[in-house]
């Protein structure tokens, strides 16, 4: 446990980011699981829409949100055609 005061802030603040960044990185995560059992259009925009928002809010590096969007697409682009 930390003696300083300034650390002491510090740890409550990660503890905030921390719960706050863990549900959008949850619910991209979700998102794009759904997407990736049905491929239908509808769920793989919701995924697409859940990482850009983990993205924009910092929970996840937007390389990463374009990286698993773009492993996404391809997928559904792959299904689409079958």
Do not use: C, Y
Not at 6 to 13: A, D, E, L, M, T
Not at 15 to 30: D, I, S, Y
Not at 49 to 61: F, N, P, Q, V, Y
């Amino acid at each position: 446990m930390a003696n300083i005061k300034s650390q002491i802030k510090r740890n409550k603040q990660n503890e905030k980011k921390r719960l706050r960044n863990r549900t959008f990185r949850g619910a991209a995560r979700t998102a794009v699981k759904a997407a990736k059992s049905n491929m239908a259009e509808a769920e793989v925009t919701k995924a697409v829409s859940a990482l850009d928002k983990a993205a924009e809010k910092g929970a996840i590096h937007p390389r990463n949100a374009a990286r698993r969007k773009s492993r996404l697409m391809k997928a559904a682009n792959k299904a689409s055609k079958k």
